[in-house]
């Protein structure tokens, strides 16, 4: 499925200078005496230009006919802390420090599974990607650079560093496809609808695409791989912890299962299959969450600095597992009782019966 915007916020959206692997440095300013010296005549401005600026009543602006929206809202933001999202006191404060190569215990890996369930859960209530899932250090390196394949979809890039991969991240990286794709399924959905931006849902993806080069049955086997691998470890990771990462691993299978539902629109009983079965999940991972150990230092909100967004930087949104795990229970529930309207195939049987 392709990513496509529609509206001002998406073109805005496109704008990001992200997306290549490592773009080319730009090319030095050239000097006056080579300019002059190719025939280029060049003319010093800069006391026109002072005196020209001090007409200027204060707050007046002066607007060229290709200076964009999106130009303009930058330039009034830049080098302001407040407003300007790239805006740091030093270099060095840009990046994130975090290593996503570094190994992880099993009590982490839940625990960070289940705070990216709380922010999957914010964004499905209305809150932009840019304070939810991108605030991920693990979700900013699956999606940046923009991998063109599933092999490319890693929290690490080096062949050689990826060989010797730690398990747990493999189960948490096979987590993170599922969920990246599934919300890519539920944005193009929401997209092809009729909504009021930031008012009902934020669709805007800030040029980041949600894994759409990605076949969802490549997925779905990684998914399947890690839960095989869950398995074999569980001896090592005990009952209780293989069973709770199995569980999730699973959640994410039946996931993508459901937003495919509309395969089966000829099917309602096919079509609520994966809704049902997420359904009956859910109270063993209610009762495993206090298994997890939070990873605060994994999701930061440094990583809005790198989207494409005229938006200030804002907090993480934060919501507690319980909201969260309410509104995935409804999601389930609400999803399985809505395919009974494939059941009504035309007015009459909306009447109630006599």
Known sequence: MADFGIGAPDEIARLSLGQDD??????????????????IIAVDITDK?????????PGELVKDGFFTLFESVAALEIMDPKMDSGCVESEADLEELYDVSRPLLPEEVLGIIDQLLCHEMAWHMGYPLSQTLFTSVYVESLLMPTPKNLRQA????????RSSQEPMLAILRAYCLGMLKACGYVNERIRSEHFYEEEDFVTNTYNRSLLANIPTESIRETIIGAQKLVSSLSSQLGDDMA?????????????LNATECLDHINEPELARKP??????????????????????????AKLQRKLASTMPPRPIVQIGFEDAFGNLSRLFKDGAELVDVLNYTNSQCLQASG
């Open 275 to 300: 809704w049902k079965e997420a359904v009956a999940l859910l109270p063993d991972i209610k009762t495993s969450h206090d298994l997890g150990k939070a990873v605060d230092e994994a999701f930061s």
């Open 22 to 39: 490592y773009p080319p440095p730009p090319p030095p300013a050239p000097r006056l005496a080579d300019a002059q010296a190719k025939g």
């Open 243 to 255: 069973k709770a990462l199995d569980r999730r691993l699973q959640l994410r299978y039946y996931f």
């Open 49 to 57: 230009f002072a005196q020209a600026v001090k007409t200027l009543a």
């Open 154 to 161: 890693d929290f690490i890039r080096n062949e050689q560093d």
